[in-house]
């Protein structure tokens, strides 16, 4: 792969730098000593996302949007979330937009396949119905795990989006076993919160937040080694 360009930090992103949070070690440590300090900002962000996807259109500006926040909390910068989220949506808006379409294809086949394969493979017992329910789960599982890298490789370096779907593709190769746990972090989550009463709750004040900081900060660690 080629030399990657990290994108540029201006005066304004460098104020109040979290030095000390520098000597904390472990990434849990690291990220508790950060949700503690900043809950408040965790929160917001998570709101501001849910918001600017109602449109559904605008689900690609919006992840662009929460991982180029969460990426300075990750990387331990200054964060403020209205300014951040903001500047991660200008300054990448054209990739953003184009990669949000290849999300919303991704879920109409997805949406498609398991609306056939439930109707003929459950209601009608049909075989062909339930390989294709299984298909539609391998396609959302697949473009679950391509886009958590892509969006994350948006935030994260200057260049342009075909070459970061070239990259993705190839540290997808390269860390298959890392990138399918990464991937199942948020599938688990959901599904744990879903079984607890009340905890659905969550969705809207702290899941996206918190899910995107622990698969970012998992995300980061690959894409280190080709620095």
């Not at 730098?17 to 900043?38: S, T, V």
Request: hydrophobic share 50%; net charge positive.
């Amino acid at each position: 792969m080629n030399e990657w360009k990290k994108q540029e930090i201006n005066e304004y992103e460098c104020l109040e730098p979290f030095e000390e949070q520098n000597e904390i070690k472990g990434p849990f440590r690291k990220f508790l000593r950060r949700f503690i300090d900043e809950y408040g900002k965790f929160i917001f962000l998570n709101i501001l996302f849910i918001f600017c996807s109602l449109p559904i259109v605008t689900i690609g500006l919006s992840i662009t949007g929460l991982f180029y926040v969460v990426r300075r909390f990750v990387e331990d910068e200054y964060v403020d979330v209205f300014y951040h989220f903001k500047k991660g949506i200008i300054d990448n808006f054209k990739k953003s937009l184009i990669a949000g379409v290849f999300v919303l294809l991704t879920i109409a086949v997805v949406y498609s396949l398991f609306y056939i394969g439930y109707y003929n493979g459950v209601i009608l017992d049909n075989f062909i119905g339930k390989l294709i329910l299984i298909m539609s789960f391998f396609i959302f599982f697949i473009g679950l795990m391509v886009h958590l890298f892509v969006f994350t490789m948006i935030v994260r370096y200057d260049i342009p989006l075909r070459r970061i779907y070239r990259n993705t593709f190839g540290i997808l190769m390269l860390n298959m076993t890392k990138s399918i746990v990464i991937t199942s972090i948020p599938i688990v989550i959901s599904i744990i919160l879903l079984m607890i009463p009340y905890a659905s709750n969550l969705y809207l004040i702290l899941y996206f937040s918190i899910v995107s900081y622990i698969v970012i900060s998992n995300i980061l660690n690959i894409f280190i080694r080709y620095e």
